[in-house]
Structure formats: C-alpha cells, structure tokens
C-alpha cells in the first residue's frame, strides 16, 4: 500500500525505518505536543515500526503510515479509522530536519485525496495542542475548518492544555 504525490511516498513502515523513526520522535520538539516522551530508543522504534508495518489501514483503529523522500523516512502521519469505515483522526509528525518545506502539507494532502475520493470517507477531524500553531496552520492550509476550542480540556505531561478541534467533509474536499 502506497500513494505517491509529486515529492513524496506515502507507504507503510518497514523494519529498516526504526533508525530515522527513532531519531525523529527523539527530539524534545518535535514530541512535545506528541504522546510520547523523547528519547525514543532504537528497542521502542524497532517494535513500534514492527507494530506499524504489521497494521491494516483498511480495518478501524489506528494506522500508521511512513513519509518517505527518495527512499529516506522523514515523517509519519497516523489515521484513526472508526467503526463506520466512514470517519477518521488524523494527526502527523515530521523529522525537523524536512519541516518547512511543504511535505507534511504535501503528504496529509495526499492521503486525504486518497481518503475521501477512493475510500469514499465522509469526514476526517484532527485536534491539537493550541500552543501547536504549525499543526493548526497546516490543517487549516489543507481546508480543515476550526470547529471548536476547550480551555483546560487536558491534562498532558504535567499541565493543563487547551484543546483545538478540525474536521474537513468529503463534500468540501471534492468541491475544492
């Protein structure tokens, strides 16, 4: 399973991806607004990416899929399919190294054109950390709307958190 656009693959993860995956999720910025606590060792990378590539993006729950430039792990994007097989959570993470240079506009755009036009999807939301605002400036540059924001809704990594909510319709996606 994998999708191409113009710069990128959007694949499933391989064994080989553990080294980049681990280095990537073990910067202190890019997990900060993440679920996980960097570092991350190569032992937790390696079953993680196992996990991964064993997944099955067509059954609910999560899965998570690689972003790969010419052959090199820079990102990936995770999409939570619920039970209807109608409606997804999206949520993403690029390397640093890759961030600022459209690919995770480029390969969440990819994918969602994959999710609402050949998988026929009605809806995908996405939610983040109010204090993410690229996570936020990316989802509203691929059409997401803002649909809500709940003060001191979480309690993450020791602090309270504000919660942005996005979601984007298939109706709006094909109509764009």
């Known amino acids: 399973m994998f999708l191409s656009t113009e710069r990128l693959t959007v694949r499933r993860f391989r064994a080989d991806d553990a080294a980049a995956f681990a280095?990537?999720?073990?910067?202190?910025?890019?997990?900060?607004?993440?679920?996980?606590?960097?570092?991350?060792?190569i032992e937790e990378a390696t079953a993680s990416v196992r996990g991964f590539a064993a997944g099955?993006?067509?059954?609910?729950?999560?899965?998570?899929?690689?972003?790969?430039?010419?052959?090199?792990?820079?990102?990936?994007?995770?999409?939570n399919l619920h039970e209807n097989l109608m409606q997804?959570?999206?949520?993403f993470t690029l390397a640093p190294r890759y961030q600022g240079h459209?690919?995770?506009?480029?390969?969440?755009?990819?994918?969602l054109d994959h999710l609402f036009v050949e998988r026929k999807l009605h809806r995908v939301s996405a939610e983040c950390d109010a204090r993410n605002?690229?996570?936020?400036a990316l989802l509203r540059r691929v059409g997401f709307r803002d649909e809500g924001l709940r003060l001191a809704n979480t309690w993450f990594k020791g602090e309270w958190t504000d919660d942005?909510?996005?979601g984007l319709l298939r109706s709006d996606w094909i109509s764009s």
């Open 23 to 41: 280095a990537y999720r073990s910067v202190p910025e890019v997990a900060r607004y993440q679920s996980w606590e960097a570092p991350v060792s």
């Open 56 to 79: 099955d993006p067509l059954v609910p729950g999560w899965f998570q899929y690689a972003v790969d430039l010419d052959g090199v792990l820079i990102g990936d994007i995770g999409l």
């Open 88 to 91: 997804a959570d999206l949520g």
């Open 102 to 111: 459209g690919y995770a506009t480029e390969a969440v755009r990819g994918l």
């Open 133 to 136: 605002v690229a996570s936020a």
């Open 164 to 166: 942005q909510f996005f």
